[in-house]
C-alpha cells in the first residue's frame, strides 16, 4: 500500500475515534464479549494494553483476570529503535507512564519471553476484515507481532473502525481475530498461490 493511502486511513480512523459517542459504554462491551470469549478464558498468558488516543479502554478486563498472567507492553529502546517489552501487570499494581505517555507496568516487573504468551490483544487505528492493522506508524508492534508466531492475535477496535480490505505492507502482521462491541470476527487467512 502507498505510504499516502495508508496515512488516509490512520487520518480516516483517528477522526472515527475522536467523534464517536459513548465510547466507554461501546468499550464496556468489548470487554464483556472478550471476556466471555472461549480463546481468552483458556489461555494462560495473556497480553492487554492500556488505552490512549480514543483507543478501546480495556481497563475493566486487565483488572478482572486474576487467574490467569496479564502483561501489558512496555515501549523500550532497542538496536531497531523502539521495541516492546510485555511486562507481568499484578493485581493492585499501579501503572507508569512510559514512551508516547501510554501506561505499562512498572520497570522492575518480570518480563515474559514474547513467544511464550497465548492471546495478545492489539490495538490500532484501522483494522480489516481480511486482518489488516494500521497502528500509529512506528513498526514497533508489528516487528513485536512477528516475534509471537504461536501466539493468538485478536485487533480490537470500535465497530465504526472497520475499513475495507486495504493491501498489507511486507512487515504488517496480521489478526487472528478482530473484535468490536459487535462481534469477533475471525480471520480466514488465503492460502498463498502455489503452496
Known amino acids: 500500500m502507498k505510504l499516502s493511502e495508508k496515512e488516509s486511513l490512520r487520518e480516516r480512523g483517528r477522526r472515527i475515534r475522536k467523534i464517536l459517542p459513548a ?14 470469549w472461549d480463546l481468552f478464558v483458556s489461555p494462560r498468558r495473556v497480553m492487554s494494553y492500556c488505552a490512549i488516543d480514543g483507543e478501546v479502554d480495556l481497563g475493566a478486563l486487565n483488572i478482572a483476570v486474576p487467574a490467569r498472567e496479564l502483561y501489558l507492553p512496555a515501549v523500550v529502546p532497542d538496536k531497531s529503535g523502539l521495541a516492546i517489552e510485555p511486562r507481568r501487570f499484578f493485581q493492585g ?3 507508569v507512564k512510559g514512551k508516547f505517555g501510554i501506561d505499562e507496568a512498572p520497570e522492575g516487573a518480570p518480563v515474559i519471553k514474547p513467544e511464550e504468551l497465548d492471546l495478545i490483544l492489539v490495538p490500532g487505528i ?5 486482518g489488516g492493522r494500521i497502528g500509529f506508524g512506528h513498526g514497533y508492534y508489528d516487528r513485536f507481532l512477528a516475534s509471537c508466531a504461536p501466539a493468538v492475535k485478536a485487533g480490537v477496535c470500535f465497530e465504526a473502525q472497520l475499513g475495507e480490505d486495504f493491501e498489507p505492507d511486507k512487515d504488517d502482521v496480521s489478526m487472528d481475530f478482530v473484535i468490536t462491541e459487535k462481534k469477533i470476527y475471525e480471520i480466514v487467512k488465503r492460502k498463498e498461490e502455489g503452496k
Open 93 to 95: 499494581a499501579v501503572c
Open 126 to 130: 484501522m483494522f480489516s476484515l481480511a
Open 23 to 36: 465510547k466507554a459504554f461501546l468499550s464496556g462491551q468489548i470487554c464483556e464479549r472478550i471476556m466471555g
